[in-house]
């Protein structure tokens, strides 16, 4: 049964971030904002499809083991590891927030988990951010959502370790990837294959001496020409595989041709 989520409109949204950003400005701690988190508000939406509404005692629970994962990275204080924090976060959210596709890819919802039920962890984790990283207006960078959809992405469900793909790509990396959802992100399989092919080309030291956002940026620019005539989807495992291979051997050529040319020049 899908599980339904409060839903916080702009209207609310706005205001409570701006206020929330005052409040620490002026002086007040992450400690004012906890106090502030709450399970509910008074503005709060659902839509109106089939599903049961998230409970009070299921967004408590949420909130208690995020804050328990926070507090074992330093929270309130100083992060000792992000990176490490926003990788296990992303599985947790992913495996036990209840949601699907539907449900994450709606703005409100992770307006809703920024400013009521976690603004101190949000906050704690983005200080002074700016407003794509709370309100949903980008959920490539929203505090929340962007863990929920990497962590959806990567997940494969035969695997004996399922969310291992969150460890091939940091941030910057995966953002290329899921900004480009309207045609890669749409397909798990090919992103968890793209992912495969990218570990083992570390593996083999094929992108030693590159610039690996170029050359991956090559790489789905690549990938994307090819959308119109190849259904990657409709493809077998192994004949994708061997696809996302050929085309990522061109681009590592490519990549160092033009390294090459590069070089010789100075």
Known sequence: MTTL??????A?????????????????GIEYLAEKASTTHLAAVYVATGGTRASHEHLQSLRDAVLALAHGTGFPGDSRNMAWFDTQLAQLLHQHSGMVPAEAAARDVWQFLALCLLPDVAFWRYPNPPGDRVLGTDLTRHVFGRLWWRAQLVHDPKSQDPYAGLQVMGEAAFDQIYAR???LGGSPALVRGILEVWQELEKEGQLRGLTQRKVLQDYLKRLLRLFPFVDFDSLQENDRKLELWAVAEETVESCRGEFSKASASF
């Open 181 to 183: 959802r309207a045609v």
């Open 12 to 28: 609310d949204a706005e205001p409570m971030f701006t206020q929330y950003k005052s409040a620490l400005a002026d002086g007040h």
């Open 5 to 10: 989520y409060p839903r916080l409109l702009d």
